[in-house]
């Protein structure tokens, strides 16, 4: 669309009219605006020129300012050099001084090292030295000894190198006594308490019968969570109470590394919670072939005493099967061989379910014992392998549980069947003995019989 310049100048005037009409209040005409434009900038012009006064007045306050600022510079850069010179000659200087530190201590300086060394590798032994319960201070001396010797390249004097042979000396002479003394001990509940504790050399802690291992670094002695066998325990025990006689004791010459191991190893109660479910059915089934067996052992002694006492009578009594089978000859007096033969064999085979009571049981006991112990080494297996399957085979740990599990029942298991087995082996023989009488003394009675007839 395009406009005339008539048009644009007609909307132009128009525009100044009601800007005009509006703005009234400001300039009434245009002669009045073009004066106020002329006061602002004649105001402002005078604004510039203060300013410009200004800067000119505080050009020379910079210009001192520049000039104390540079000679600043240059003093810096002239102490800068001065330094760095006084520096290299320093080096120069210390240099030949070490050079003639050297040289004056000629076999000394091999002498200095090897007590350093030898300060540091006895600063590690009596960290952890159960002697260090009793005497505390040794190893922050030897400590201080060697980084001060390394860090400083400072002289040892002569009460320094005695007091490391004497500390080197008393740690023999100590190790060779069994002394007692009083410390702070922390019980494995948790609470600190003064007892007395026997030390016996760098081996072993004791208190109140319990063994204790000494902390190096924080400087505590502590009570062993989980003790040794009781056989220890009570060696233990009968030390803390001597009076100078001689005990039996056991000591861990390696300063306690055997002790935690042997304290970590399982008792039997933890072995057989290593077993599980089918460990503890095991356990229930192998209990109760026992206790039948028991009772077979005590019936078939009680019985075989009766039938030996029988055999050396002529009265017969119902109180044992030998007695029960004879008395049948008396009951069929006049009855022929043949019926007499029946009559004793019904006799006996009446008293042989008695005989053999429940030993098929434990027959059966002693066979699925170990088949139960193979289930539970099936099932720890297949937990171990779905631990496998989960977490990898980086932490042994994960796989102990089902590997225990496996091992335990097979144990188990074959510890209840093999007294079973023995069991039923010996409870069979008393048994078939028993019935072995009764069938000889029948055999006797038909032979009687048929020499009669």
């Given at each position: 669309?395009?406009?005339?310049?008539?048009?644009?100048?007609?909307?132009?005037?128009?525009?100044?009219?009601s800007?005009?009409?509006?703005a009234?209040?400001?300039?009434?005409?245009?002669?009045?605006?073009?004066?106020?434009?002329?006061?602002g900038q004649?105001?402002?012009?005078?604004?510039?020129?203060?300013?410009?006064?200004?800067?000119?007045?505080?050009?020379?306050?910079?210009?001192?300012?520049?000039r104390?600022?540079?000679?600043?510079?240059?003093?810096?850069?002239?102490?800068?050099?001065?330094?760095?010179?006084?520096?290299?000659?320093?080096?120069?200087?210390?240099?030949?001084?070490?050079?003639?530190?050297?040289?004056?201590?000629g076999?000394?300086?091999?002498l200095?090292?090897?007590?350093?060394?030898?300060?540091?590798?006895?600063?590690?032994?009596?960290?952890?030295?159960?002697?260090?319960?009793?005497?505390?201070?040794?190893?922050?001396?030897?400590?201080?000894?060697?980084?001060?010797?390394?860090?400083?390249?400072?002289?040892?004097?002569?009460?320094?190198?005695?007091?490391?042979?004497?500390?080197?000396?008393?740690?023999?002479?100590?190790?060779?006594?069994?002394?007692?003394?009083?410390?702070?001990?922390?019980?494995?509940?948790?609470?600190?308490?003064?007892?007395?504790?026997?030390?016996?050399?760098?081996?072993?802690?004791?208190?109140?019968?319990?063994?204790?291992?000494?902390?190096?670094?924080?400087?505590n002695?502590?009570?062993?969570?989980?003790?040794?066998?009781?056989?220890?325990?009570s060696?233990?025990?009968?030390?803390?109470?001597?009076?100078?006689?001689?005990?039996?004791?056991?000591?861990?010459?390696?300063?306690?590394?055997?002790?935690?191991?042997?304290?970590?190893?399982?008792?039997l109660?933890?072995?057989?919670?290593?077993g599980?479910?089918?460990?503890?059915?095991?356990?229930?089934?192998?209990?109760?072939?026992?206790?039948?067996?028991?009772?077979?052992?005590?019936?078939?002694?009680?019985?075989?005493?009766?039938?030996?006492?029988?055999?050396?009578?002529?009265?017969?009594?119902?109180?044992?099967?030998?007695?029960?089978?004879?008395?049948?000859?008396d009951?069929?007096?006049?009855?022929?061989?043949?019926?007499?033969?029946?009559?004793?064999?019904?006799?006996?085979?009446?008293?042989?379910?008695?005989?053999?009571?429940?030993?098929?049981?434990?027959?059966?006991?002693?066979?699925v014992?170990p088949?139960?112990?193979?289930?539970?080494?099936?099932?720890?297996?297949?937990?171990?392998?779905?631990?496998?399957?989960?977490?990898?085979?980086?932490?042994?740990?994960?796989?102990?549980?089902?590997?225990?599990?496996?091992?335990?029942?097979?144990?188990?298991?074959?510890?209840?069947?093999?007294?079973?087995?023995?069991?039923?082996?010996?409870?069979?023989?008393?048994?078939k003995?028993?019935?072995?009488i009764?069938?000889?003394?029948?055999?006797?009675?038909?032979a009687?019989?048929?020499?009669?007839?």
């Amino acid at each position: 669309m395009k406009f005339s310049l008539k048009t644009i100048l007609a909307v132009v005037a128009v525009s100044a009219l009601s800007f005009t009409a509006t703005a009234n209040d400001r300039a009434l005409d245009l002669d009045a605006l073009l004066k106020q434009l002329e006061q602002g900038q004649f105001a402002q012009s005078q604004e510039n020129q203060a300013r410009e006064a200004e800067f000119v007045t505080k050009r020379s306050e910079q210009d001192r300012i520049l000039r104390q600022t540079r000679y600043t510079r240059d003093n810096a850069l002239t102490l800068s050099e001065t330094l760095e010179t006084q520096f290299e000659e320093n080096e120069f200087k210390l240099a030949d001084l070490n050079d003639a530190l050297n040289n004056r201590l000629g076999s000394l300086k091999e002498l200095f090292g090897v007590l350093q060394q030898v300060s540091g590798d006895t600063k590690n032994k009596f960290t952890n030295s159960m002697i260090s319960a009793q005497i505390s201070g040794r190893a922050e001396f030897l400590d201080q000894m060697a980084q001060s010797m390394g860090a400083s390249s400072k002289l040892a004097s002569i009460a320094e190198i005695e007091r490391v042979w004497f500390e080197m000396q008393r740690e023999m002479t100590e190790s060779g006594k069994v002394t007692k003394f009083e410390t702070a001990v922390i019980e494995a509940g948790g609470n600190k308490v003064v007892k007395e504790v026997v030390r016996v050399g760098p081996f072993a802690l004791v208190a109140d019968g319990k063994f204790l291992e000494y902390n190096g670094v924080t400087g505590n002695v502590a009570e062993l969570i989980r003790q040794p066998a009781d056989r220890f325990g009570s060696s233990a025990a009968e030390l803390q109470a001597s009076s100078g006689e001689l005990v039996k004791f056991g000591i861990d010459p390696t300063g306690g590394s055997i002790l935690g191991l042997l304290v970590q190893a399982p008792t039997l109660k933890e072995r057989v919670e290593q077993g599980g479910l089918v460990g503890y059915i095991i356990l229930a089934v192998g209990a109760l072939g026992l206790l039948l067996a028991l009772e077979r052992l005590v019936s078939l002694t009680l019985i075989r005493s009766k039938v030996n006492k029988q055999l050396k009578s002529e009265t017969f009594t119902d109180n044992n099967p030998l007695g029960r089978v004879m008395q049948v000859k008396d009951k069929y007096p006049d009855a022929d061989t043949e019926a007499m033969e029946l009559h004793l064999t019904e006799a006996i085979l009446t008293e042989v379910p008695k005989l053999g009571r429940n030993l098929t049981i434990i027959k059966i006991i002693s066979v699925v014992a170990p088949l139960m112990g193979l289930l539970g080494t099936v099932t720890g297996m297949i937990n171990t392998f779905q631990a496998i399957t989960l977490f990898g085979t980086g932490d042994p740990k994960l796989m102990a549980g089902g590997i225990s599990q496996a091992l335990v029942t097979t144990v188990l298991g074959l510890v209840v069947a093999i007294p079973m087995t023995l069991l039923y082996a010996v409870l069979n023989t008393r048994s078939k003995n028993i019935v072995f009488i009764l069938q000889e003394q029948a055999a006797g009675v038909i032979a009687e019989r048929a020499e009669r007839s």
